[in-house]
């Protein structure tokens, strides 16, 4: 399903020009769960852009569902992104003066879906993350784990092909991350979402079904899981 | 994501940081008012002077000459002199008429019991309100209609000759030869048409008179021609030949001429009060600019959240121009409803009865340029959001 095909990125740090990725190459196929390893500062974060279709400034070629995407519009782009990806973030990143259900619903929203179909939708999910009767809640309101729960609902409600989590246990104590691990589990094995988890825990690493590990900007491992 | 939703979401916004948002609309709020202020007064003034000049359909205006006699009693327009104008200005009069006095007329050897006195009489078409009278009847419609020869007297008059004013009720009262039954007794009030000594029915009165004399001239002025210039003419005319020239002066109060230097004067002090408020409204245009431009970095998370869910560039640019311009929206609404009380208590002040008259293309104006300052001032802001590399954002 995701493609990638020699992809080089270089960032420009003052007068440095810094080779960030070399030459990834790697093959993601539909209800894969992948983990992408590797230290601060390794280029995980660029790839996992690039994968989400969040950054498109890099040289190779990205296929996408038998579609080479590098010639996309911006708009299409976005609509790409809008229908395909799921996003969550270290931080949950959620929009604090919007209640639970209108962060949740936010991707439904800009996709033009209508209100009524939203608002079941929305309930749908929170429900499936554990947060039924949330819907009106402040994020703040809630607990770290709750907060990612919120922004793994935001990340499926609108059937993404493939969710990118960016540490997502980043932020949580070892129990709510085994929680929030589970439920990713039980994401991919029910609904055979393909999930890609970013992590530089090694406990976090072992659950995955398939491991890359990245050092400097290049892939150096790509193993099956226990 | 359809506009009711756009609409919600930056009203949301605004109301999260309500102190700011309410701080903001402050100078476009003094703009808009003092605009519409002005020109509500200005607007009152142009209807006044309409009303004024009641010009007819044909085109025709109708103006009149007064004459102010050294006697009390003299009349000084008579019919020889309309003969004389009715010539002399054949082309620009196409009525030269005695008009009717109506109020306060002074008439003298009046027969009131047994004295012989001199007194004022206000004609009435329509009966005078009951609170007004003070002992005995009213006088009703029909009485006003039908030449009943009947009369209500002044409480202060009636006390001078009965003593007790309600004596009076019953007695006749002879003015110009005619006798009229006294029907009641009425308080007189000062600087209304209820000033003078008697009250008769306008056409008991004039029935059966030939008007000869009076006191004040009517002309219509024909088409094309300068209703206060020929006015002026015609009493120049009047003062080398009028009949009575020297018991008295012929005058001309020219109220066209006061409108108008008063809606002049209006004109400049539109220009002028816009000026100042388009000063204002351009400061008020560059505090919402500023506002806007913390908010987009304030809310640059937000931003990069909602383009990371699918919102296109075009929808997050839309969003923070929409708030803009609701925030300066309504402020030239609230903006527009003072300017409206301002002016209208302030035509409560001013003489001429000019009232303050807003129309909603004033209205559409207070829109129309609140919208557009939020448009010129919240682009930039609204499409350095929309620009944000979401990259940067989300790192």
Known sequence: MISLKNINKYYKQGEQEVHILHDITLDIQQGEFVGIMGQSGSGKSTLINIIGFLDREYKGDYVFKEDNIVHYTNKKFTYLRNKNVGFVFQNFKLINNLSVAENVALPLMYAGVKKKEVTQRVSEVLEKVGLGGYEKSIPSQLSGGQQQRVSIARAIVGNPTFLIADEPTGALDSQTSAEIMALFKQLNTLNHTTIIIVTHDPNVGKQMDRLLTILDGRLISDTEGE | MNYSDLFKVAFKSLLANKRRSLLTMIGIVIGIASVITIIALGNGVKQKMISEFKTSNSGEQTTQITFSGKEDST???????????????????????????????????????????????????????????????????????????????????????????????????????????VKGIYKSESYTKYSANFLVSKKTYYAGKKMDQSNTLKLTVAKGNGASSVTKKVVKYLKKHGENRHLGSYSYFDEGAILKSISTIMDVLTYFISAIAGISLFIAGIGVMNMMYISVSERTQEIGIRLAVGATQKNILWQFLLEAVMLTVSGGITGFLIGWGISSVISLAIPYHIHAVVTFSNFLLAFGVSSAVGIIFGILPATQASKRNLIDILR
Request: aromatic fraction near 8%.
């Open chain 2, 75 to 181: 009349q000084g327009f008579t019919t020889s002199d309309i003969a004389k104008i009715k010539q002399q200005f054949s082309k620009q009069l196409t009525q030269v008429k005695f008009k009717k006095d109506s109020s306060d007329i002074s008439v003298s050897d009046v027969s009131v019991g047994n004295a012989t006195l001199s007194g004022t009489v206000t004609l009435l078409k329509k009966p005078m309100p009951n609170s007004k009278l003070k002992y005995g009847h009213n006088l009703t419609q029909s009485d006003l209609d039908l030449n009943q020869k009947v009369i209500l007297l002044s409480s202060d008059y009636a006390k001078k000759i009965y003593k007790y004013s309600q004596n009076a009720i019953g007695t006749a009262v002879i003015i110009n030869g005619i006798s009229y039954k």
